[in-house]
Nanobody, 123 residues
Framework: QVQPVESGGGLVQAGGSLRLSCAAS??????MGWFRQAPGKEREFVAG????????NYADSVQGRFTISRNNAKNTVDLQMNSLKPEDTAVYYC??????????????????WGQGTQVTVSS
């Protein structure tokens, strides 16, 4: 069973950067996604990457600021977040799902979820 574990969250000022990491055995043949949930809001898709790393997609709100990458040899998936904004504040979750050619944006397409890591961006 795949059990993602996130790390790298924290407090950062607006305009700063953070790098989140997700580790778990068995990620190699899974598409991976990052989602987030802010207080009082629904969980939303942030970024996804195909099992091979050849396909990625991003939410419009983070396009050009965030980059998702993976290292299958190390069973890790990272999310580099630059130019952070206060509205990026949320709990960020890593998720593993079936290997579709294009990473899905719906949470239902992912079977395994981490516990989440808090990202807080101060203004």
């Amino acid at each position: 069973q795949v059990q993602p574990v996130e790390s790298g969250g924290g407090l950062v000022q607006a305009g700063g950067s953070l790098r989140l990491s997700c580790a778990a055995s068995g990620l190699t043949l899974k598409n991976m996604g990052w989602f987030r949930q802010a207080p009082g809001k629904e969980r939303e898709f942030v970024a996804g990457i195909s099992w091979s790393g050849g396909g990625t997609n991003y939410a419009d709100s983070v396009q050009g600021r965030f980059t998702i990458s993976r290292n299958n040899a190390k069973n890790t998936v990272d999310l580099q977040m630059n130019s952070l904004k206060p509205e990026d504040t949320a709990v960020y979750y890593c998720a593993a799902g079936s290997p579709y050619i294009t990473p899905r944006t719906m949470g239902a397409a992912y079977d395994y979820w981490g516990q989440g890591t808090q990202v807080t961006v101060s203004s």
